[in-house]
């Protein structure tokens, strides 16, 4: 049973970041620009093409959901050795504007995420790819919209 539940929130790691990014780290994409990232879930620590970056909002909201999810399986948190997201990003037509006093801005992002997940047993590992319009906004620090439009 484990095993299926840990191969299950890898999976989910890629499907939650696919579906609804936070409007922060889209907005931390575009600053940094199309390339690696790799975030650490467990240490917050995160990277820009081997680069050190400040921690992406990700790695907390990750990290919350695994361990209350490891809880509720009674799966030992000593038993995970690491969790890891990496994302190919590919960020382009970038658009800002204003309206009533408000800034809004969108961008076409192609991600190809891999999570791990690594126990004292074995690795699992999930890998989704998605393209999509997403609307950020970096100064409310979340999401404003939805998906725009699908790719």
Known sequence: MR?????????????RFLQLPSGYDLASFVHYGSGTYELDILSGECAFNGQSIPKLETCDVYKEWLLKQLNQHLISRDGIEAANLKI???????????????????AHFAFDCQSEIRT???????????RQLWGFDWYYNQLYGSVLQLA
Do not use: L
């Open 3 to 15: 095993r299926k539940v840990i191969k299950d929130f890898a999976n989910v790691f890629c499907q």
């Open 88 to 106: 190919e990003a590919e960020i382009s037509q970038v658009r800002a504007w204003q309206s009533f006093g408000h800034e809004y801005a969108t």
């Open 120 to 130: 004292d047993e074995r690795s699992y590992i999930s890998r989704m790819s998605g």
